[in-house]
Structures are given as structure tokens and as C-alpha cells.
């Protein structure tokens, strides 16, 4: 039996999760320790860990950091309550929000201006519809399931729009806006693509690279929505087996059990050392040749938060003037 890997790529950090974690390290760079943080500021383990070693503080809400202090926003994106808590208690704040969801957040505004009923296609209790919903809360209504898709009311069907969470599959998206185009055959389409293209791209390779696959190990964390996805992506594309590990020793020996071909991925929130640690225990095992399924090439990048560039600079033109003034 001849063993072997595919990887997919793209794979692992997009550019959003990528301008989160930076802007969390620069703060801490620029301003010393402790620098809190609203939620996990992407849904990854060891990127939560990495961060608290070096002084970050991840807190639940905004009222449990001191007064004055400074709050990061993590890349899911926070309601316009959130920011009004933090101006009450006088913290000094740093959005960190993924700009596409930030683009999904616009949308909600425009439409709620538009006095239109909002349909939002996402995960009950997931901390980007939290973010989305709250800008709009009067005519946002969240469609999760397919038994919420039967019951939503609105009231002109003339004047109804769908919008969803940045993270899910395009599939799963799909069939529930066919499911509420039934009811409401005037259902708007959003103006532009809501599933981020990470999120889109990740699915591809692995749909490229499944059906060749016995086994898919996903690396990602069980709260990672777009993770959980590439699971279930893998195992609708034709693999025989998927399981999403955050760390290579939580890879179950008995999986590679007349397993051939192993398909390796990761979602948008891992960083790539993760994945590397994956290859070289697969290699370990016999799994040592690796040929990587490409199916797009990412050039994306965002700029850091505007309140950080700010910081940035006045920090080099200063010398460290503002670690004093900060701290």
C-alpha cells in the first residue's frame, strides 16, 4: 500500500485572522502587558494560548475590563451596544473586526435604514451573528435551522433581504436561501458575496482532494464554525473518514487503519506551524510523501486597524514616548 498526504491549499489563516492576531501582538508590542481582549479573538486554541502566555487577558464582555484600560474587538465582530459599554466604562478600544464582516455589518445597516425585514443565515449564539444582529436588532431575524427557515415572519414579502454569517459553507447557505425563496419568492440577494472568500476557497481544495482521500484530518478548533465545515465539506465530497484535531496528538492511531491517502487541511483560524506538526507525525508513520492540491492563490491582505496605525506611527516618530504615556 503506498502511502501518502495531500494538503490543500489555500489552507489555515486568512487575512482577517491574520490582521486580528497581528493587531493583538503590536498592541502588546506598543502599550506592555495586559492587553484584554473581547472573546477569543479568532476560534483557535493555540493561538488563545500563545497569546494570554504573552499578556493578553481574553474576557467575556467589555464590563469585566477596568476602567481606562485597553479592549481589542476579536475578528468576529461586536454590536453597536458593545461599543457603547466600552465608551461608558471609558476604555480605550481597538477594533480588530474582520473587514468582510464589517461589510456584513454595513449591509444590515442599509437595509434596516431601508426598513427592510433582515433574514440572517447563521449559527445560533456565534459571536459574528451576535455582532451582526446587534446593529440592527429591530429587523434582524436569525435563521439557523430548517424548522427556522418554515417559521419566519415578515411583514412585506416584497421587502425582505437575506444576509449570513461570513463563515459558513456556500452549500448550507444555499439550501436554506432556497428554503425561504419558497415562502418568499421576493427574497433579495445581498448586494455582494457574504461567505468570505477564505471560507469559499478552503472548501474547494478540500472538495478538490476528497474524493481521492480515505482519511481527512481538518486542524481547527471545535469552536471554529468554518472548521467544523471543512469536516462536513470532506466528508459530502466523497472521503470515507474526516475529524477535526486541534493538535497532531489528538489524532487517533486507529484512523490510519488501511488508510492510503490522507487529505490535511486547516481552517482559517490555525496557524500554519500546527499543520507542519501534523505533516511530520503523519511522516513519521509512513505518510512521508506530500503533494499539495492547489486550487487558488491568495494574495489578500488588510491593513491594520486604523487606531493601531495611528499608535504605530506616532510610536516611531516619538521614539517610545508612548509606552511611557500608555502604561
Given at each position: 500500500?503506498?502511502?501518502?498526504?495531500?494538503?490543500?491549499?489555500?489552507?489555515?489563516?486568512?487575512a482577517?485572522?491574520?490582521?486580528?492576531?497581528?493587531?493583538?501582538?503590536?498592541?502588546?508590542?506598543?502599550?506592555?502587558?495586559?492587553?484584554?481582549?473581547?472573546?477569543?479573538?479568532?476560534?483557535?486554541?493555540?493561538?488563545?494560548e500563545?497569546?494570554?502566555?504573552?499578556?493578553?487577558?481574553?474576557?467575556?464582555?467589555?464590563?469585566?475590563?477596568?476602567?481606562?484600560?485597553?479592549?481589542?474587538?476579536?475578528?468576529?465582530?461586536?454590536?453597536?451596544?458593545?461599543?457603547?459599554?466600552?465608551?461608558?466604562?471609558?476604555?480605550?478600544?481597538?477594533?480588530?473586526?474582520?473587514?468582510?464582516?464589517?461589510?456584513?455589518?454595513?449591509?444590515?445597516?442599509?437595509?434596516?435604514?431601508?426598513?427592510?425585514?433582515?433574514?440572517?443565515?447563521?449559527?445560533?449564539?456565534?459571536?459574528?451573528?451576535?455582532?451582526?444582529?446587534?446593529?440592527?436588532?429591530?429587523?434582524?431575524?436569525?435563521?439557523?435551522?430548517?424548522?427556522?427557515?418554515?417559521?419566519?415572519?415578515?411583514?412585506?414579502p416584497?421587502?425582505?433581504?437575506?444576509?449570513?454569517?461570513?463563515?459558513?459553507?456556500?452549500?448550507?447557505?444555499?439550501v436554506?436561501?432556497?428554503?425561504?425563496?419558497?415562502?418568499?419568492?421576493?427574497?433579495?440577494?445581498?448586494?455582494?458575496?457574504?461567505i468570505?472568500?477564505?471560507?469559499?476557497?478552503?472548501?474547494?481544495?478540500?472538495?478538490?482532494?476528497?474524493?481521492?482521500?480515505?482519511?481527512?484530518?481538518?486542524?481547527g478548533?471545535?469552536?471554529?464554525?468554518?472548521?467544523?465545515?471543512?469536516?462536513?465539506?470532506?466528508?459530502?465530497?466523497?472521503?470515507?473518514?474526516?475529524?477535526?484535531?486541534?493538535?497532531?496528538r489528538?489524532?487517533?492511531?486507529?484512523?490510519?487503519d488501511?488508510?492510503?491517502?490522507?487529505?490535511?487541511?486547516?481552517?482559517?483560524?490555525?496557524?500554519?506551524?500546527l499543520?507542519?506538526?501534523?505533516?511530520?507525525?503523519?511522516?513519521?508513520?509512513?505518510?512521508?510523501?506530500?503533494?499539495?492540491?492547489?486550487?487558488?492563490?491568495?494574495?489578500?491582505?488588510?491593513?491594520?486597524?486604523?487606531?493601531?496605525?495611528?499608535?504605530?506611527?506616532?510610536?516611531?516618530?516619538?521614539?517610545?514616548?508612548?509606552?511611557?504615556?500608555?502604561?
Amino acid at each position: 500500500m503506498t502511502k501518502r498526504v495531500l494538503l490543500a491549499k489555500p489552507r489555515g489563516y486568512c487575512a482577517g485572522v491574520d490582521r486580528a492576531v497581528v493587531t493583538v501582538e503590536k498592541a502588546l508590542e506598543t502599550y506592555g502587558a495586559p492587553v484584554y481582549v473581547r472573546k477569543e479573538i479568532v476560534h483557535n486554541k493555540h493561538v488563545v494560548e500563545t497569546l494570554t502566555e504573552r499578556g493578553a487577558i481574553f474576557v467575556d464582555e467589555a464590563d469585566e475590563v477596568p476602567e481606562g484600560a485597553l479592549v481589542v474587538f476579536s475578528a468576529h465582530g461586536v454590536s453597536p451596544a458593545v461599543h457603547e459599554q466600552a465608551a461608558t466604562r471609558q476604555l480605550r478600544t481597538i477594533d480588530a473586526t474582520c473587514p468582510l464582516v464589517t461589510k456584513v455589518h454595513q449591509e444590515a445597516k442599509r437595509f434596516a435604514r431601508d426598513d427592510y425585514d433582515i433574514l440572517l443565515i447563521g449559527h445560533e449564539g456565534h459571536e459574528e451573528v451576535e455582532g451582526t444582529a446587534g446593529e440592527a436588532p429591530e429587523h434582524v431575524q436569525l435563521v439557523d435551522t430548517a424548522e427556522d427557515a418554515t417559521k419566519v415572519a415578515v411583514r412585506d414579502p416584497s421587502k425582505v433581504v437575506w444576509l449570513s454569517q461570513t463563515t459558513l459553507s456556500v452549500d448550507e447557505t444555499m439550501v436554506r436561501v432556497n428554503q425561504l425563496k419558497e415562502r418568499f419568492p421576493g427574497l433579495q440577494d445581498p448586494p455582494s458575496d457574504d461567505i468570505c472568500y477564505a471560507t469559499q476557497n478552503r472548501q474547494v481544495a478540500v472538495k478538490a482532494m476528497a474524493p481521492e482521500c480515505d482519511l481527512v484530518l481538518v486542524v481547527g478548533s471545535q469552536n471554529s464554525s468554518n472548521s467544523k465545515r471543512l469536516v462536513e465539506v470532506a466528508l459530502q465530497a466523497g472521503a470515507k473518514a474526516s475529524y477535526l484535531v486541534d493538535y497532531a496528538r489528538e489524532v487517533d492511531e486507529s484512523w490510519l487503519d488501511d488508510v492510503a491517502t490522507v487529505g490535511v487541511t486547516s481552517g482559517a483560524s490555525v496557524p500554519e506551524i500546527l499543520v507542519m506538526d501534523l505533516l511530520s507525525w503523519l511522516a513519521e508513520r509512513g505518510y512521508g510523501e506530500v503533494q499539495e492540491v492547489t486550487t487558488a492563490n491568495e494574495k489578500v491582505a488588510f491593513a491594520l486597524p486604523r487606531e493601531l496605525r495611528k499608535a504605530l506611527k506616532d510610536d516611531s516618530l516619538q521614539g517610545n514616548g508612548l509606552h511611557d504615556s500608555a502604561r
